[in-house]
C-alpha cells in the first residue's frame, strides 16, 4: 500500500471513528431522524441478510427462511408504489421512499454503493440485531474468540455456560443486540412502530404509530427461534418460553410508554394530529402498565410509573428527564426478574390468536 493511500485511510478511519463516537448512543435507540452522514456511518457496518459473502443468511438460513415470509421482508418492493406512499411522498415534497432519508430509515436495510446509500432490503435482521460488520466475527466463535473456529450452527446450547456467556458478551461489547437484550429489543421495535417524526404525520399524512403489543407482534410473523434444533433433521420455530412472554410483556409495555412519553417532549405543533396521537397513547399504555402493577406488585418499576401523570392531555408538560426514569426502571426490572414469579400477569398477556401473522414453520 502507498504512503498516500496510508494517510488516505487513517484519515478515513479517524472520520469513521468520529462517526462512530456520534453514532454510540443511536444505536440502541435510533429514536429521533439520523442525518444522512449517520446512515452512512450505519451503512457501512450492514452484512446484509441475503445474497452477499458473509451475509446472515449463508449461515441463519432458517432464520432467513423465516423472515422472508415477514411483511418487514414483503414491502421493500411493493410499498413505494402504493397509492398511500406517493399521497404522502406528494405532501412530503419527495419523489421516492428509496431517496427520501426519514422514508428509508425505517422502511428500509441500507448498503453502500461507493460512497452512496443504496436501500437494498426491507427492515432486515440487521435493523433488530444491529448492524453486524464489528460483532460478526467474534458472535460464533467459542468464548467470543474471533481466531477460534467457527461453531456449528446450532451447538452453542451444548457449550459450557461461561463460553457461551464470554462469546455473547464478547459480541455484545461490539454491538450486537441478541435475545437476552430485551430493552434493547424493544426500543428498536418502538423507535420505528410509534413513528416518532412529527412533520411526517402531521404534514405527510403518515399512521402514527402502530397500534403494536410486543408479545403480539413480535410471536407471530416475526418468531425465528431455530436455534435449539438447528443442528437436528427435523428443526423447529421454538414458541418462546412463558417466562420470556413476561418479560416481553412488561418491558414491551415499559418502553412504549417510555418512547410516547420522550416523543411528547418533542412536539412543536401543540394540538397536532401527531401530539393528540401520542396523548391517546401515553394514556393508554400508562393503563396497560398500571394493570400489570395491579396484577402484580413489581417493586423495580412502582416509584417511576407512580411519577407519570395520572392523565395526560395536551396541556400536559413531560419532564424530560421521566422517559429516563423509566428506562433506568426497566432495567432493573430485567435484572431482577427471570420471568418465573410473574405469574399473576399471564391472563394479561395476549392470546396465541391474536399474534400478528403466523410463525414460519419448517
Ligand atoms: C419512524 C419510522 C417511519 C418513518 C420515518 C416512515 N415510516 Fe412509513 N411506516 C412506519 C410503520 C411502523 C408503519 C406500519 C404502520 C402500521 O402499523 O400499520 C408504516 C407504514 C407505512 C405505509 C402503509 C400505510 C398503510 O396505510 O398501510 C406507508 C404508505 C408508509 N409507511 C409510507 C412512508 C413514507 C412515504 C415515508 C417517508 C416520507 C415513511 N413511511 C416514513 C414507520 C415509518
Ligand atoms: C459464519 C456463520 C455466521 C454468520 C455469517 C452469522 N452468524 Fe449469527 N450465529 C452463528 C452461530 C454459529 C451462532 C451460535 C449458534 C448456536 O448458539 O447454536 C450464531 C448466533 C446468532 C444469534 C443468537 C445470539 C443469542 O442471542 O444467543 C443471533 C441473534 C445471530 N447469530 C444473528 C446474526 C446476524 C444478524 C447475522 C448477519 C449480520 C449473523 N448472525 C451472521 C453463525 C453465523
Ligand atoms: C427500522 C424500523 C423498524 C423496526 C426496528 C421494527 N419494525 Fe416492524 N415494521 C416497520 C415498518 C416500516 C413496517 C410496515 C412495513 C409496510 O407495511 O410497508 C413494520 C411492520 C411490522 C409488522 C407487520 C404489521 C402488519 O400490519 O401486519 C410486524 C408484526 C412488526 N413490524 C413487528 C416488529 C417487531 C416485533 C419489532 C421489534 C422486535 C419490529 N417490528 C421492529 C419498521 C420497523
Ligand atoms: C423485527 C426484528 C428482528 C428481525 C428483523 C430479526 N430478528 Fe432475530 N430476533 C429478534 C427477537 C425479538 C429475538 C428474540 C425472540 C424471543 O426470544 O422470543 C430474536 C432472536 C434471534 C435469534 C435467536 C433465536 C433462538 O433460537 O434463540 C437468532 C439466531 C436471530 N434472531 C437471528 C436473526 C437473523 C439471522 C435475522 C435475519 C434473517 C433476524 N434475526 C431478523 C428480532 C429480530
Known amino acids: 500500500m502507498s504512503h498516500h493511500n496510508n494517510l488516505k485511510s487513517n484519515t478515513r478511519s479517524i472520520a469513521s471513528l468520529l462517526l462512530v463516537m456520534v453514532l454510540i448512543p443511536m444505536l440502541s435507540v435510533q429514536i429521533f431522524a439520523a442525518t444522512e452522514a449517520e446512515e452512512i456511518a450505519k451503512a457501512a457496518k450492514i452484512i ?24 418487514h421482508f414483503a414491502t421493500f418492493k411493493s410499498r413505494g408504489r402504493t397509492p398511500q406512499a406517493k399521497a404522502i411522498l406528494e405532501k412530503m415534497g419527495q419523489r421516492s421512499m428509496k431517496s427520501a432519508g426519514a422514508c428509508r430509515q425505517c422502511h428500509y436495510t441500507s448498503k453502500l454503493k461507493g460512497t452512496r446509500l443504496k436501500s437494498a432490503w426491507g427492515i432486515s435482521c440487521e435493523s433488530c440485531h444491529s448492524p453486524a460488520s464489528d460483532w460478526f466475527d467474534v458472535h460464533n466463535k467459542q468464548g467470543g474468540d474471533p481466531t477460534a473456529k467457527a461453531m456449528e450452527m446450532g451447538t452453542g446450547k451444548d457449550q459450557p455456560a461461561e463460553s457461551k456467556q ?159 426514569k423509566l428506562k433506568a426502571a426497566s432495567l432493573a426490572f430485567l435484572k431482577k426478574h427471570d420471568g418465573s414469579t410473574l405469574t399473576a400477569i399471564d391472563a394479561l398477556l395476549p392470546a396465541e390468536k391474536d399474534y400478528k401473522g403466523t410463525a414460519h414453520q419448517q
Open 48 to 71: 446484509g441478510p441475503l445474497k452477499y459473502d458473509n451475509n446472515c443468511s449463508s449461515c441463519h438460513a432458517l432464520e432467513a427462511e423465516a423472515w422472508k415470509q415477514t411483511t
Open 166 to 324: 464470554k462469546r455473547i458478551a464478547a459480541a455484545q461489547k461490539m454491538g450486537m443486540i441478541h435475545s437476552a437484550m430485551i430493552y434493547d429489543i424493544a426500543s428498536n421495535c418502538f423507535s420505528c412502530h410509534t413513528v416518532p417524526n412529527e412533520e411526517m404525520v402531521n404534514k405527510g399524512g403518515h399512521h402514527a404509530g402502530s397500534d403494536f403489543d410486543l408479545v403480539a407482534w413480535s410471536q407471530g410473523e416475526i418468531r425465528h427461534n431455530f436455534l435449539d434444533t438447528a443442528a437436528t433433521a427435523a428443526p423447529k420455530n421454538r414458541k418462546s418460553s412463558p417466562n420470556q412472554l413476561r418479560r416481553l410483556y412488561v418491558i414491551g409495555a415499559m418502553v412504549d410508554l417510555e418512547t410516547t412519553l420522550k416523543n411528547i417532549t418533542i412536539v412543536t405543533a401543540k394540538g397536532g394530529v401527531f401530539h393528540k396521537a401520542m396523548v391517546a397513547r401515553a394514556n393508554k399504555i400508562r393503563d396497560k402498565v398500571q394493570a400489570i402493577l395491579d396484577a402484580q406488585p413489581i417493586e423495580e418499576l412502582a416509584a417511576a410509573i407512580s411519577d407519570v401523570p395520572k392523565t395526560i392531555d395536551e396541556s400536559t408538560a413531560i419532564d424530560a428527564a421521566l422517559p429516563e
